[in-house]
DNA sequence: CACACCATCGGGTACGACCCTGAGCCGACC
DNA sequence: GGTCGGCTCAGGGTCGTACCCGATGGTGTG
Protein backbone atom coordinates (compact mmCIF):
# COMPACT_ATOMS: atom_id res chain seq x y z
CA UNK A 1 0.00 0.00 0.00
CA UNK A 2 1.03 3.15 -1.29
CA UNK A 3 2.09 5.50 2.03
CA UNK A 4 1.59 9.38 1.60
CA UNK A 5 2.70 12.45 3.11
CA UNK A 6 0.75 15.71 3.04
CA UNK A 7 1.69 18.77 3.15
CA UNK A 8 -0.12 22.11 3.18
CA UNK A 9 -0.73 24.93 5.21
CA UNK A 10 -4.24 24.72 4.75
CA UNK A 11 -5.75 22.28 7.68
CA UNK A 12 -9.13 22.32 6.08
CA UNK A 13 -7.63 21.19 3.08
CA UNK A 14 -5.12 18.82 4.34
CA UNK A 15 -8.23 17.44 6.05
CA UNK A 16 -10.31 17.17 2.52
CA UNK A 17 -7.50 15.35 0.96
CA UNK A 18 -6.99 12.68 3.75
CA UNK A 19 -10.78 11.87 3.73
CA UNK A 20 -10.48 11.19 -0.35
CA UNK A 21 -7.55 9.14 -0.01
CA UNK A 22 -8.70 7.37 3.42
CA UNK A 23 -8.59 3.40 2.52
CA UNK A 24 -7.04 3.37 -0.45
CA UNK A 25 -3.67 5.06 0.27
CA UNK A 26 -1.99 4.93 3.84
CA UNK A 27 -1.58 8.58 5.33
CA UNK A 28 2.06 8.66 6.89
CA UNK A 29 1.13 11.82 8.49
CA UNK A 30 0.82 15.47 7.49
CA UNK A 31 2.22 19.01 8.51
CA UNK A 32 1.51 22.53 7.50
CA UNK A 33 5.55 24.05 8.02
CA UNK A 34 8.07 23.95 6.01
CA UNK A 35 9.80 22.91 9.39
CA UNK A 36 6.91 20.06 10.07
CA UNK A 37 7.01 18.66 6.96
CA UNK A 38 11.01 18.04 6.62
CA UNK A 39 10.83 16.74 10.54
CA UNK A 40 7.78 14.50 9.67
CA UNK A 41 8.65 13.55 6.15
CA UNK A 42 11.97 12.36 7.62
CA UNK A 43 10.40 10.36 10.50
CA UNK A 44 7.51 8.43 8.57
CA UNK A 45 9.97 8.12 5.47
CA UNK A 46 6.86 7.41 3.04
CA UNK A 47 6.70 6.50 -0.56
CA UNK A 48 5.57 9.96 -1.70
CA UNK A 49 5.37 13.49 -0.14
CA UNK A 50 1.64 15.13 -1.72
CA UNK A 51 2.77 18.73 -1.54
CA UNK A 52 1.24 22.28 -1.27
CA UNK A 53 4.02 24.71 -3.69
CA UNK A 54 2.76 28.14 -2.09
CA UNK A 55 3.89 27.98 1.50
CA UNK A 56 5.63 30.48 4.04
CA UNK A 57 9.34 30.23 4.72
CA UNK A 58 9.74 28.89 0.92
CA UNK A 59 7.14 27.09 0.15
CA UNK A 60 7.56 23.63 -1.43
CA UNK A 61 10.74 23.48 -2.86
CA UNK A 62 12.81 24.16 0.40
CA UNK A 63 10.67 20.81 1.29
CA UNK A 64 12.12 19.44 -1.35
CA UNK A 65 15.55 20.17 -1.57
CA UNK A 66 16.22 19.90 2.33
CA UNK A 67 14.41 16.03 2.35
CA UNK A 68 16.26 15.30 -1.00
CA UNK A 69 19.62 15.52 0.54
CA UNK A 70 18.94 13.15 3.25
CA UNK A 71 16.27 11.00 1.78
CA UNK A 72 16.85 11.31 -2.29
CA UNK A 73 14.82 8.07 -2.84
CA UNK A 74 11.45 9.92 -1.67
CA UNK A 75 9.18 11.08 -4.52
CA UNK A 76 7.46 14.13 -4.65
CA UNK A 77 4.44 15.12 -6.24
CA UNK A 78 3.26 18.87 -5.94
CA UNK A 79 -0.36 19.90 -5.83
CA UNK A 80 -0.97 23.77 -6.16
CA UNK A 81 -4.18 25.67 -7.23
CA UNK A 82 -1.57 27.88 -9.79
CA UNK A 83 -0.71 26.97 -12.98
CA UNK A 84 1.68 29.41 -13.92
CA UNK A 85 4.95 28.23 -15.92
CA UNK A 86 7.34 29.40 -13.29
CA UNK A 87 5.33 27.60 -10.62
CA UNK A 88 5.79 24.76 -12.23
CA UNK A 89 9.16 24.84 -13.67
CA UNK A 90 10.23 25.90 -10.09
CA UNK A 91 8.93 23.06 -8.20
CA UNK A 92 10.25 20.77 -10.98
CA UNK A 93 13.72 21.58 -11.24
CA UNK A 94 13.91 21.45 -7.34
CA UNK A 95 13.08 17.63 -8.07
CA UNK A 96 9.71 17.16 -8.11
CA UNK A 97 8.23 14.61 -10.08
CA UNK A 98 4.78 15.60 -10.92
CA UNK A 99 2.47 18.57 -10.80
CA UNK A 100 -1.55 18.20 -10.37
CA UNK A 101 -3.94 21.34 -10.09
CA UNK A 102 -6.08 21.32 -6.96
CA UNK A 103 -9.37 20.96 -9.20
CA UNK A 104 -8.29 17.37 -9.63
CA UNK A 105 -10.65 14.54 -8.45
CA UNK A 106 -10.12 11.94 -5.98
CA UNK A 107 -9.54 8.48 -7.77
CA UNK A 108 -7.53 10.53 -10.24
CA UNK A 109 -4.99 12.05 -7.51
CA UNK A 110 -4.86 8.56 -6.03
CA UNK A 111 -4.02 7.30 -9.35
CA UNK A 112 -1.58 10.37 -9.60
CA UNK A 113 0.03 9.40 -6.36
CA UNK A 114 0.52 5.73 -7.57
CA UNK A 115 2.04 6.45 -10.55
CA UNK A 116 4.56 9.04 -8.76
CA UNK A 117 5.15 6.41 -6.49
CA UNK A 118 6.07 3.71 -9.41
CA UNK A 119 8.77 5.92 -10.94
CA UNK A 120 5.68 7.85 -13.52
CA UNK A 121 6.10 11.43 -13.62
CA UNK A 122 2.39 12.58 -13.64
CA UNK A 123 1.34 16.30 -14.98
CA UNK A 124 -2.29 17.85 -15.90
CA UNK A 125 -2.58 17.62 -19.00
CA UNK A 126 -1.47 21.70 -19.87
CA UNK A 127 1.15 21.81 -17.58
CA UNK A 128 3.95 19.29 -18.87
CA UNK A 129 4.34 21.88 -21.86
CA UNK A 130 5.82 24.29 -19.96
CA UNK A 131 8.12 21.90 -18.45
CA UNK A 132 9.42 20.88 -22.26
CA UNK A 133 9.46 24.86 -23.42
CA UNK A 134 11.54 25.67 -20.53
CA UNK A 135 13.38 22.20 -21.23
CA UNK A 136 14.12 23.02 -25.22
CA UNK A 137 14.27 26.95 -24.57
CA UNK A 138 18.09 26.84 -25.37
CA UNK A 139 17.93 26.48 -28.83
CA UNK A 140 15.06 29.28 -29.23
CA UNK A 141 17.02 31.33 -26.57
CA UNK A 142 20.17 32.05 -28.75
CA UNK A 143 18.94 34.27 -31.39
CA UNK A 144 18.46 37.39 -28.85
CA UNK A 145 21.68 38.59 -28.73
CA UNK A 146 21.83 42.19 -29.44
CA UNK A 147 25.51 42.73 -28.01
CA UNK A 148 26.85 39.46 -30.33
CA UNK A 149 25.53 41.50 -33.67
CA UNK A 150 28.70 43.74 -32.98
CA UNK A 151 31.58 41.29 -33.30
CA UNK A 152 32.44 40.46 -37.00
CA UNK A 153 32.75 37.23 -37.86
CA UNK A 154 36.71 36.82 -37.30
CA UNK A 155 35.87 37.92 -33.79
CA UNK A 156 33.25 35.85 -33.09
CA UNK A 157 35.47 32.90 -34.33
CA UNK A 158 38.19 33.82 -31.46
CA UNK A 159 35.25 34.63 -29.36
CA UNK A 160 34.23 30.58 -29.71
CA UNK A 161 37.75 29.44 -28.56
CA UNK A 162 38.79 31.77 -26.44
CA UNK A 163 35.54 30.43 -24.61
CA UNK A 164 37.02 27.00 -24.48
CA UNK A 165 39.70 28.25 -22.91
CA UNK A 166 42.33 27.76 -25.30
CA UNK A 167 45.26 30.16 -25.51
CA UNK A 168 46.23 32.54 -27.91
CA UNK A 169 49.09 29.93 -29.59
CA UNK A 170 46.12 27.45 -29.57
CA UNK A 171 44.10 29.70 -31.48
CA UNK A 172 46.71 31.11 -33.74
CA UNK A 173 47.43 27.40 -34.83
CA UNK A 174 43.95 26.38 -35.46
CA UNK A 175 43.03 29.68 -37.53
CA UNK A 176 46.53 29.54 -38.81
CA UNK A 177 47.12 33.35 -38.30
CA UNK A 178 49.72 34.71 -35.74
CA UNK A 179 49.49 35.33 -32.12
CA UNK A 180 49.59 38.91 -32.23
CA UNK A 181 46.41 38.52 -34.74
CA UNK A 182 44.73 36.80 -31.76
CA UNK A 183 45.31 39.00 -29.03
CA UNK A 184 44.28 41.83 -31.59
CA UNK A 185 40.62 40.05 -31.96
CA UNK A 186 40.48 38.58 -28.37
CA UNK A 187 41.23 42.80 -27.14
CA UNK A 188 38.42 44.07 -29.71
CA UNK A 189 36.13 41.28 -28.73
CA UNK A 190 36.51 42.14 -24.72
CA UNK A 191 36.42 45.78 -25.34
CA UNK A 192 33.05 45.72 -26.90
CA UNK A 193 31.58 43.26 -24.78
CA UNK A 194 32.62 45.24 -22.31
CA UNK A 195 34.56 42.52 -20.50
CA UNK A 196 38.16 42.61 -18.99
CA UNK A 197 39.18 39.33 -18.98
CA UNK A 198 38.72 35.72 -20.45
CA UNK A 199 37.32 34.74 -17.20
CA UNK A 200 34.46 36.91 -17.48
CA UNK A 201 34.09 35.99 -20.96
CA UNK A 202 34.03 32.35 -20.43
CA UNK A 203 30.89 33.24 -18.30
CA UNK A 204 29.19 35.25 -20.49
CA UNK A 205 29.98 32.51 -22.92
CA UNK A 206 28.73 29.76 -21.43
CA UNK A 207 25.30 31.88 -19.99
CA UNK A 208 24.67 32.59 -23.68
CA UNK A 209 25.16 28.78 -24.53
CA UNK A 210 27.90 29.74 -26.98
CA UNK A 211 30.17 26.59 -26.64
CA UNK B 1 -10.72 17.37 -37.54
CA UNK B 2 -7.17 17.24 -36.45
CA UNK B 3 -4.39 16.95 -39.35
CA UNK B 4 -1.96 14.52 -39.14
CA UNK B 5 0.62 14.19 -40.95
CA UNK B 6 3.23 10.45 -40.84
CA UNK B 7 6.86 9.75 -40.98
CA UNK B 8 8.27 5.98 -40.88
CA UNK B 9 10.92 4.61 -43.36
CA UNK B 10 8.71 1.16 -43.04
CA UNK B 11 5.71 1.73 -45.60
CA UNK B 12 4.27 -0.92 -43.75
CA UNK B 13 4.15 0.29 -40.69
CA UNK B 14 2.63 3.56 -42.16
CA UNK B 15 -0.09 1.40 -43.62
CA UNK B 16 -1.19 0.18 -40.03
CA UNK B 17 -1.44 3.58 -38.71
CA UNK B 18 -3.23 4.64 -41.86
CA UNK B 19 -5.57 2.16 -40.65
CA UNK B 20 -5.93 2.86 -36.88
CA UNK B 21 -6.43 6.57 -37.21
CA UNK B 22 -8.64 6.42 -40.57
CA UNK B 23 -11.86 8.59 -40.33
CA UNK B 24 -11.18 9.77 -36.97
CA UNK B 25 -8.20 11.85 -37.81
CA UNK B 26 -7.73 13.53 -41.35
CA UNK B 27 -3.98 12.12 -42.23
CA UNK B 28 -2.51 14.81 -44.69
CA UNK B 29 0.07 12.80 -45.96
CA UNK B 30 2.90 10.68 -45.17
CA UNK B 31 6.52 10.01 -46.22
CA UNK B 32 9.48 7.18 -45.62
CA UNK B 33 12.46 9.50 -45.32
CA UNK B 34 13.94 12.93 -43.95
CA UNK B 35 13.91 14.46 -47.27
CA UNK B 36 10.21 13.74 -48.07
CA UNK B 37 9.21 14.32 -44.36
CA UNK B 38 10.69 17.71 -44.50
CA UNK B 39 9.12 18.35 -48.15
CA UNK B 40 5.73 16.90 -47.30
CA UNK B 41 5.03 18.49 -44.19
CA UNK B 42 5.94 21.71 -45.29
CA UNK B 43 3.68 21.59 -48.36
CA UNK B 44 0.54 20.06 -46.52
CA UNK B 45 1.14 22.37 -42.82
CA UNK B 46 -0.62 19.38 -40.43
CA UNK B 47 -1.38 20.46 -37.24
CA UNK B 48 0.91 17.39 -35.98
CA UNK B 49 3.68 15.51 -37.33
CA UNK B 50 3.89 11.66 -35.88
CA UNK B 51 7.59 10.73 -36.11
CA UNK B 52 9.35 7.69 -36.12
CA UNK B 53 13.03 8.82 -34.12
CA UNK B 54 15.08 6.09 -35.94
CA UNK B 55 15.32 6.35 -39.57
CA UNK B 56 18.13 6.83 -41.89
CA UNK B 57 20.05 10.81 -42.79
CA UNK B 58 19.69 11.60 -39.18
CA UNK B 59 16.31 10.20 -37.81
CA UNK B 60 13.44 12.55 -36.15
CA UNK B 61 14.95 15.17 -35.23
CA UNK B 62 17.01 16.41 -38.64
CA UNK B 63 13.04 16.78 -39.13
CA UNK B 64 11.60 18.39 -36.18
CA UNK B 65 14.70 20.94 -36.58
CA UNK B 66 14.01 21.56 -40.22
CA UNK B 67 10.58 21.73 -40.11
CA UNK B 68 10.83 23.95 -36.70
CA UNK B 69 13.01 26.91 -38.24
CA UNK B 70 10.10 27.36 -41.33
CA UNK B 71 6.93 26.30 -39.53
CA UNK B 72 7.54 26.70 -35.54
CA UNK B 73 3.50 25.72 -35.41
CA UNK B 74 3.49 22.29 -36.10
CA UNK B 75 3.57 20.13 -33.27
CA UNK B 76 6.03 16.64 -33.17
CA UNK B 77 5.04 13.50 -31.46
CA UNK B 78 7.42 11.11 -31.51
CA UNK B 79 6.51 7.21 -31.79
CA UNK B 80 8.77 4.93 -31.64
CA UNK B 81 9.99 1.10 -30.17
CA UNK B 82 12.84 2.28 -28.34
CA UNK B 83 12.26 2.88 -24.47
CA UNK B 84 15.94 4.19 -24.13
CA UNK B 85 16.86 7.76 -21.81
CA UNK B 86 18.58 9.09 -24.53
CA UNK B 87 16.29 8.66 -27.58
CA UNK B 88 13.84 10.66 -25.39
CA UNK B 89 15.77 13.31 -24.07
CA UNK B 90 17.33 13.70 -27.55
CA UNK B 91 13.81 14.30 -29.78
CA UNK B 92 12.41 16.32 -27.02
CA UNK B 93 15.07 18.54 -26.83
CA UNK B 94 15.06 19.11 -30.35
CA UNK B 95 11.09 20.59 -30.10
CA UNK B 96 8.72 17.40 -29.89
CA UNK B 97 6.28 17.63 -27.69
CA UNK B 98 5.40 14.23 -27.14
CA UNK B 99 6.64 10.42 -26.91
CA UNK B 100 5.00 7.60 -26.95
CA UNK B 101 6.28 4.02 -28.11
CA UNK B 102 4.66 1.39 -30.49
CA UNK B 103 3.00 -0.66 -28.15
CA UNK B 104 0.43 2.24 -28.02
CA UNK B 105 -3.36 1.18 -28.93
CA UNK B 106 -5.06 2.66 -31.97
CA UNK B 107 -7.27 4.54 -29.67
CA UNK B 108 -5.35 6.02 -27.58
CA UNK B 109 -2.75 6.85 -30.27
CA UNK B 110 -5.35 9.13 -31.63
CA UNK B 111 -6.25 10.59 -27.77
CA UNK B 112 -2.49 10.98 -27.54
CA UNK B 113 -2.36 13.12 -30.95
CA UNK B 114 -5.37 15.27 -30.06
CA UNK B 115 -3.90 16.17 -27.07
CA UNK B 116 -0.41 16.86 -28.53
CA UNK B 117 -2.44 19.15 -31.33
CA UNK B 118 -4.25 21.13 -28.45
CA UNK B 119 -0.87 21.60 -26.89
CA UNK B 120 -0.29 19.57 -24.08
CA UNK B 121 2.42 17.06 -24.02
CA UNK B 122 2.11 13.38 -24.08
CA UNK B 123 4.24 10.49 -22.65
CA UNK B 124 4.14 6.71 -22.08
CA UNK B 125 4.07 6.43 -18.22
CA UNK B 126 7.82 5.63 -17.75
CA UNK B 127 9.28 8.05 -20.10
CA UNK B 128 7.83 11.43 -18.54
CA UNK B 129 10.52 10.63 -15.68
CA UNK B 130 13.78 10.46 -17.99
CA UNK B 131 12.96 14.14 -19.01
CA UNK B 132 12.50 15.00 -15.85
CA UNK B 133 15.90 13.44 -14.43
CA UNK B 134 17.65 15.36 -17.33
CA UNK B 135 15.95 18.48 -16.25
CA UNK B 136 16.96 18.33 -13.01
CA UNK B 137 19.74 16.58 -13.02
CA UNK B 138 22.46 18.99 -11.99
CA UNK B 139 21.28 18.64 -8.21
CA UNK B 140 21.78 14.67 -8.32
CA UNK B 141 25.20 15.42 -9.90
CA UNK B 142 27.46 16.77 -7.98
CA UNK B 143 27.07 13.92 -5.02
CA UNK B 144 29.27 11.14 -6.92
CA UNK B 145 32.83 13.71 -7.09
CA UNK B 146 35.65 11.21 -5.07
CA UNK B 147 38.38 13.89 -6.63
CA UNK B 148 36.81 16.51 -4.75
CA UNK B 149 37.24 14.81 -1.26
CA UNK B 150 40.96 15.35 -1.77
CA UNK B 151 40.57 18.94 -1.02
CA UNK B 152 40.37 20.89 2.13
CA UNK B 153 37.29 23.36 2.88
CA UNK B 154 39.95 26.29 2.22
CA UNK B 155 40.85 24.95 -1.22
CA UNK B 156 37.16 24.18 -2.21
CA UNK B 157 36.45 27.52 -1.12
CA UNK B 158 39.15 28.97 -3.34
CA UNK B 159 38.42 26.61 -5.92
CA UNK B 160 35.18 28.16 -6.37
CA UNK B 161 35.71 31.32 -6.41
CA UNK B 162 38.29 30.68 -9.34
CA UNK B 163 35.71 28.67 -11.63
CA UNK B 164 33.44 31.75 -10.98
CA UNK B 165 36.36 33.98 -12.31
CA UNK B 166 37.45 36.14 -9.84
CA UNK B 167 41.49 37.14 -9.87
CA UNK B 168 43.84 36.01 -7.50
CA UNK B 169 43.67 39.26 -6.19
CA UNK B 170 40.16 39.44 -5.87
CA UNK B 171 40.13 36.05 -3.68
CA UNK B 172 42.08 37.41 -1.70
CA UNK B 173 40.18 40.50 -0.50
CA UNK B 174 37.26 38.06 -0.19
CA UNK B 175 38.93 35.92 2.18
CA UNK B 176 40.62 38.56 3.86
CA UNK B 177 43.91 36.74 2.93
CA UNK B 178 47.69 37.68 1.11
CA UNK B 179 47.54 37.00 -2.35
CA UNK B 180 50.22 34.59 -1.92
CA UNK B 181 48.17 32.47 0.22
CA UNK B 182 45.22 32.10 -2.90
CA UNK B 183 48.62 31.19 -5.08
CA UNK B 184 48.93 28.11 -2.49
CA UNK B 185 45.72 27.23 -2.22
CA UNK B 186 44.96 27.50 -6.34
CA UNK B 187 48.45 25.78 -6.78
CA UNK B 188 47.06 22.98 -4.39
CA UNK B 189 43.63 22.75 -6.24
CA UNK B 190 45.09 22.57 -9.51
CA UNK B 191 47.60 19.35 -8.57
CA UNK B 192 45.19 17.55 -6.44
CA UNK B 193 42.69 17.79 -9.30
CA UNK B 194 45.26 17.10 -11.85
CA UNK B 195 44.39 20.24 -14.02
CA UNK B 196 47.54 22.33 -15.16
CA UNK B 197 45.25 26.17 -15.79
CA UNK B 198 42.34 27.66 -14.41
CA UNK B 199 40.60 27.23 -17.70
CA UNK B 200 40.43 23.79 -17.20
CA UNK B 201 39.40 24.09 -13.76
CA UNK B 202 36.23 26.55 -14.71
CA UNK B 203 34.95 23.53 -17.37
CA UNK B 204 36.00 21.13 -14.57
CA UNK B 205 33.64 23.23 -12.40
CA UNK B 206 30.90 23.54 -14.44
CA UNK B 207 30.72 19.80 -15.96
CA UNK B 208 30.20 19.08 -11.85
CA UNK B 209 27.67 22.28 -11.44
CA UNK B 210 30.29 23.98 -8.62
CA UNK B 211 29.29 27.73 -9.12
C1' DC C 1 56.55 14.63 22.17
C1' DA C 2 57.14 13.84 17.30
C1' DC C 3 54.74 13.88 13.21
C1' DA C 4 51.55 14.99 9.60
C1' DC C 5 48.48 18.18 7.86
C1' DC C 6 46.68 22.60 7.15
C1' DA C 7 46.56 27.65 6.59
C1' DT C 8 49.17 31.45 6.32
C1' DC C 9 52.91 34.13 4.06
C1' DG C 10 57.45 35.52 1.46
C1' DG C 11 61.06 35.60 -2.64
C1' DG C 12 61.92 34.56 -7.11
C1' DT C 13 61.11 32.95 -11.99
C1' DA C 14 58.98 31.95 -16.46
C1' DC C 15 55.32 32.46 -19.29
C1' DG C 16 50.88 33.91 -20.78
C1' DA C 17 47.27 37.39 -20.93
C1' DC C 18 46.09 41.97 -21.95
C1' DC C 19 46.72 46.78 -23.65
C1' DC C 20 48.52 50.46 -26.66
C1' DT C 21 50.49 52.30 -30.73
C1' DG C 22 51.41 51.75 -35.37
C1' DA C 23 51.21 49.65 -39.93
C1' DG C 24 50.27 47.14 -44.48
C1' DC C 25 46.72 44.82 -47.34
C1' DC C 26 42.26 44.27 -49.29
C1' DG C 27 37.41 44.91 -50.50
C1' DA C 28 33.32 47.92 -50.31
C1' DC C 29 31.36 52.26 -50.88
C1' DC C 30 30.85 57.18 -52.31
C1' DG D 1 40.60 58.00 -56.45
C1' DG D 2 39.75 58.56 -51.62
C1' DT D 3 37.80 56.76 -47.51
C1' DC D 4 36.45 53.42 -44.35
C1' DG D 5 36.25 49.03 -42.05
C1' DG D 6 38.01 44.48 -41.39
C1' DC D 7 41.97 41.23 -41.15
C1' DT D 8 46.51 40.71 -40.72
C1' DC D 9 50.87 41.59 -38.10
C1' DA D 10 54.80 43.92 -34.97
C1' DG D 11 57.11 46.06 -30.78
C1' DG D 12 56.97 47.01 -26.06
C1' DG D 13 55.02 47.29 -21.85
C1' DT D 14 52.12 45.92 -17.41
C1' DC D 15 49.97 42.60 -14.91
C1' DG D 16 48.09 37.93 -13.84
C1' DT D 17 49.15 32.86 -13.54
C1' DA D 18 51.64 28.93 -12.41
C1' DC D 19 55.29 26.89 -10.06
C1' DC D 20 59.67 26.64 -7.53
C1' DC D 21 61.90 27.28 -3.15
C1' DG D 22 61.32 28.19 1.73
C1' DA D 23 59.13 29.59 6.55
C1' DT D 24 55.82 30.16 10.47
C1' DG D 25 52.04 28.82 13.59
C1' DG D 26 48.03 25.86 14.77
C1' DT D 27 45.77 21.33 14.86
C1' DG D 28 45.06 16.71 15.75
C1' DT D 29 47.00 11.89 16.17
C1' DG D 30 49.79 7.97 17.34
Given amino acids: MTRVFLVDDHGMFRTGVRAELGGVLDVA ?3 GTVAEAVAGVRRTEPDVVLLDVHMPDGGGRAVIEAVHATHPDIRFL ?9 DVIGVIRA ?5 VTKTISGPDLVDAIRRVAEGDAVFSPRLAGFVLDAFSMR ?6 DPELDL ?3 REREVLRLLARGYAYKEIATELFISVKTVETHASNVLRKLQLSNRHELTRWATDRRIV
Wanted: hydrophobic content about 45%.
Fill in 29 to 31: GEA
Fill in 78 to 86: ALSVSDAAE
Fill in 95 to 99: GARGY
Fill in 139 to 144: ADARVT
Fill in 151 to 153: LTA
